[in-house]
């Protein structure tokens, strides 16, 4: 399967071109990045440190998207909405790690499922979409009178907060509980802030150093705590999830899919 990657001079590209040049069935078939970085023109996999692969880095995405079956996206929402709309044009499958997506964004988006084959995930680790159905299982399980918190830790240059996995672990339990996520979560701390009110979901975010991404959500109830958590150790568990879940997509209809579709976990 040819893909192509978006953002290919990024961390996250490269670490998909990596992924790509590592795992069976698949090959890099483009790779594209923004007009005016300097990149432009280098062989992508002497940028990603695997040796030439004879796919220069271009600013020309629609030629290269019309020339692939994919594309792996881990930009910014701007430029995830722009992808969108070409992915539809040539009815190939689009796998969507961006965060920071706004409900407007998200839906936007949406309607490109009528031709593309879109999976978006806040966090793209088989691992993490793992822990979110357990998350929903917790949920559903323990009622109200535990207390459900979010705990997020990334490294320093992160710029969003709640992270898109926090938020994917807090629909989870929304889902799990049967209320509104939007409605039901809490973000902002600080002061007197009063009693904790009952039956909401909180986020707790930390970012410093280097940390990759730790995740825990914890159950607080009467005289007992239940904590779920998953720590990532190299940022190529998101990259080799986002493939595979590129080879899943390529034998579906066109649609808008998740992780937990790829997995089989979703209901």
């Not at 995830?80 to 965060?99: D, K, M, N, Y």
């Not at 889902?175 to 002061?191: H, K, Q, T, W, Y």
Request: aromatic share 4%; glycine share 12%.
């Amino acid at each position: 399967m040819r893909l192509a990657v978006v953002g290919a001079a990024g961390r996250m590209g490269r670490a998909l071109i990596r992924a790509l040049h590592e795992m069976d069935g698949v090959c890099l078939g483009g790779a594209i990045e923004r007009p005016g970085v300097p990149e432009l023109g280098e062989d992508a996999g002497v940028l990603a440190g695997v040796g030439p692969l004879g796919v220069p880095v271009s600013d020309d995405p629609l030629s290269v998207i019309a020339a692939t079956e994919g594309v792996l996206d881990f930009t910014a929402p701007a430029a995830t909405r722009h992808f969108a709309e070409l992915t539809a044009q040539a009815r190939v499958v689009h796998v969507i790690g961006t965060t920071g997506m706004s409900e407007a964004d998200l839906a936007e988006i949406r309607p490109a499922g009528r031709h593309a084959r879109i999976v978006r995930s806040g966090n793209m680790s088989l691992g993490v979409n793992l822990l979110a159905a357990l998350v929903r299982q917790a949920a559903a399980a323990l009622d109200a009178d535990f207390d459900i918190e979010i705990l997020d830790a990334h490294h320093r240059n992160k710029v969003d907060a709640p992270s898109g996995t926090a938020l994917l672990l807090g629909e989870a339990a929304a889902e799990g509980r049967g209320i509104p996520l939007a409605e039901n979560e809490l973000r902002d701390r600080d002061g007197i802030t009063g009693v904790r009110p009952r039956g909401k979901i909180g986020y707790a975010a930390l970012r410093g150093g280097t940390v990759i991404g730790d995740h825990s959500v914890m159950f607080a109830g009467p005289l007992e705590t239940l904590t779920l958590s998953h720590h990532a150790q190299d940022r190529q568990i998101f990259a080799h999830g986002a493939v595979k879940a590129a080879l899943w997509a390529r034998d579906q209809k066109p649609g808008f899919y998740s992780m937990a579709d790829v997995l089989g976990l979703a209901d």
